[in-house]
């Protein structure tokens, strides 16, 4: 797996692939709290990207 997807996404025995979300960084004190309670909690990858993932994974 490459380090810098192992950094990023988590394999789920199911085999879906987890993943965090995006815009949680900084600047968390000019976010609507609305907006910071979706960013919360693992998101899985789209269907659409399984198969790119998959290949860079194996790589």
Known sequence: MR???SKRLR???SGSVKRGSAGRRHLMTDK???RKR???GAHSIHDNDMARI???MCA
């Open 3 to 5: 380090s810098s997807i």
């Open 11 to 13: 394999l789920r025995p």
């Open 54 to 56: 998959r290949r860079a």
């Open 38 to 40: 979706r960013l919360r």
């Open 32 to 34: 609507p709290m609305r």
